[in-house]
């Protein structure tokens, strides 16, 4: 499917699935994993706005299977233990719209421009890839189930007191000129503690975020525009 075949399916299940939270549990820490991700999240807010009970710190969009791929990729070309390398992945959830920031990578790792090229379309790539491989018979489903998984777990480790919890997610944002953008994030017992921004990153990949910006602001408006036009 395409994102917009994903927009077309997904968009109204967010949505009433978010008017029952904003009605039932209205202070609940909403994690959405459905894709595009760039445009259900703006969807979540603007129902919970409607519901009169919106709160920025507590609708994350999951990005997370974006930071396992890069973790993954970036462990094969230098002989790393994937599960000790943290690659933070900013921007969006689709495409292009998805950066991460190498140059921040633990342990510190580097690449000539042409790997790293390479190994930036692969990250973006990553979710096409899984298709051609399994011949259009189905997506990510394993690798998607741990990611969600991940970050439930910091979610639930950060509520229930754990000090330190950092994970990216796409969530409102004043980190750039889109009104929405994934930065890592210091949890705590009522969602966003602090977003930590984006931090230093390289000419190359402030080209990257350049790049992003104007899709970004697509997507997020349509998914606006959705909310808006819901009875």
């Not at 927009?7 to 202070?27: D, E, G």
């Not at 990216?168 to 930065?183: D, L």
């Not at 984006?198 to 997020?220: C, D, Q, R």
Request: proline fraction near 5%; glycine fraction near 8%; aromatic fraction near 6%.
């Amino acid at each position: 499917m395409t994102r917009d075949d994903l927009f077309n399916t997904n968009a109204t299940i967010v949505a009433n699935l978010a008017a029952a939270c904003a009605q039932h549990c209205p202070k609940a820490l909403i994690c959405i994993i459905a894709n595009p991700v760039n445009s259900t999240i703006p969807i979540t807010s603007e129902i919970f706005k409607k519901h009169g009970v919106y709160n920025p710190n507590t609708i994350f969009g999951v990005t997370t299977l974006d930071i396992v791929r890069a973790n993954t990729f970036v462990a094969e070309l230098k002989g790393l233990d994937p599960a000790r390398v943290n690659v933070p992945v900013i921007g969006g959830h689709a495409g292009k719209t998805i950066i991460p920031l190498i140059s921040q990578c633990t342990p510190k790792v580097d690449f000539p421009e042409t790997q790293l090229v390479t190994l930036i379309e692969r990250i973006q790539e990553a979710g096409t890839e899984v298709v051609k491989a399994k011949a259009g018979a189905g997506s990510a489903t394993l690798s998607m189930a741990y990611a969600g998984a991940r970050f439930v777990f910091s979610v639930l480790d950060a509520v229930n007191g754990k000090e330190g919890v950092i994970e990216c997610a796409f969530v409102r944002s004043e980190e750039t000129e889109c009104p929405y953008f994934s930065t890592p994030l210091l949890l705590g017992k009522n969602g966003i503690e602090k977003n930590l921004g984006i931090g230093k990153i390289t000419p190359f990949e402030e080209k990257m975020v350049a790049g992003a910006i104007a899709e970004l602001k697509a997507s997020i408006k349509k998914g606006e525009d959705f909310a808006k036009s819901m009875k």
